[in-house]
């Protein structure tokens, strides 16, 4: 009895010191995917389905509920293993994933938004600190490291900067424009920077491995919110006069790049079940929030139509994402050593 109690308690030590960062990628997916499911649904019936307001609702404190399971595991983790973290730190790719607690925090802060702007205050400014911390941390990381290569270089670089454009979206509302602008600008540079690279390493070096492809969805994701985030800055939103250039750049920009990916589903449809496959949902999100604003900026029935198959698409993302990895923990296939 006291021998299987052992092995119980060293198997669940030996779980919590693989639960790595990349859980963080589940929580953001369906911070995401609530958020769509919102703005698609509208405030008080003035969406494109209104009658996805309530659901919305349920969804949003489903991923607040998700999103303090998964921080106290992983508190758990640092206190315990605290040199597993370490490791996960000091990787040239899992390190690119901790910025993910910022961005769930500034996603969330969009999503309140509609509902308590005193708590969506709250989250943006926890989530624009910790946005700061992360790029100054990992940014230098970057500049001055000893282990990186190219070949370790993916879309999920991208992860540290981006949350940096997500900033304004809800900054501008909360009156924090010059600060928004601050963000915004540093997030742009460095994801047009970093965009040239991977573009490089993908087009003159080895693939990117099988347990990375699902990353490919990310590169759409940058421009997507960088559109959101302009017309905020811009003030389009209210000004009534339509997207502007440097808006319609970023919007189109961001679906060519979505429509390209949607040729490499086959590529990605073969390779086994990682959480990286979690990469497939916040980029389809922020797509789909993008399309909603060109609708709200334009008129257009044409990107409501975008909108509804976006949003579909993501549903069906969403749900197969939820049902492979229930399987995958029921069968002990996460969790466990790279």
Not at 272 to 293: E, G
């Amino acid at each position: 009895m006291n021998s299987n109690a052992a092995a119980l308690a060293g198997e669940s030590s030996l779980r919590l010191r693989n639960f790595h960062i990349t859980f963080f990628a589940i929580v953001l997916g369906m911070a995401g995917f609530s958020l769509a499911v919102q703005k698609v649904g509208g405030h008080e019936g003035n969406g494109i389905l209104p009658v996805l307001e309530t659901p919305a609702t349920i969804l949003v404190y489903l991923t607040i509920v998700l999103f303090v399971l998964v921080g106290l595991v992983y508190f758990a983790k640092m206190l315990k293993h605290p040199d597993a973290v370490k490791k996960e730190f000091n990787h040239p790719i899992k390190v690119n994933f901790f910025p993910l607690i910022a961005k769930v925090f500034l996603v969330l802060s969009v999503a309140f938004l509609d509902r308590d702007m005193s708590i969506s205050r709250y989250l943006w400014i926890i989530g624009t600190i910790l946005q700061f911390v992360a790029s100054i941390v990992i940014i230098s990381i970057w500049i001055r490291h000893t282990h990186f290569k190219i070949e370790h270089v993916t879309p999920g670089w991208f992860i540290p900067i981006v949350g940096a454009i997500i900033v304004p979206i809800a900054g501008v509302p909360h009156g924090f424009v010059e600060v928004s602008w601050f963000f915004f600008s540093v997030g742009l540079v460095f994801w047009m920077a970093l965009f040239t690279i991977v573009l490089y390493r993908m087009m003159f070096y080895s693939p990117i491995p099988d347990r990375l492809l699902p990353t490919l969805f990310i590169l759409f994701a940058p421009p997507a919110i960088g559109f959101i985030a302009y017309a905020k800055l811009a003030g389009l939103m209210t000004l009534e006069a339509g997207p502007d250039a440097f808006a319609r750049i970023l919007y189109y920009f961001s679906l060519f790049m979505f429509i390209l990916i949607l040729f490499k589903v086959q590529i990605l449809a073969k390779i086994n079940f990682y959480l990286s496959w979690w990469a497939y949902s916040f980029p389809l999100a922020a797509k789909t929030l993008a399309t909603v604003v060109m609708l709200h900026l334009t008129g257009d029935i044409l990107f409501k139509n975008i909108a509804l198959f976006e949003l579909g698409l993501l549903a069906v993302v969403i749900l197969m994402l939820v049902v492979v990895t229930l399987k995958a923990i029921v069968r002990a296939e996460i969790c466990v050593e790279d």
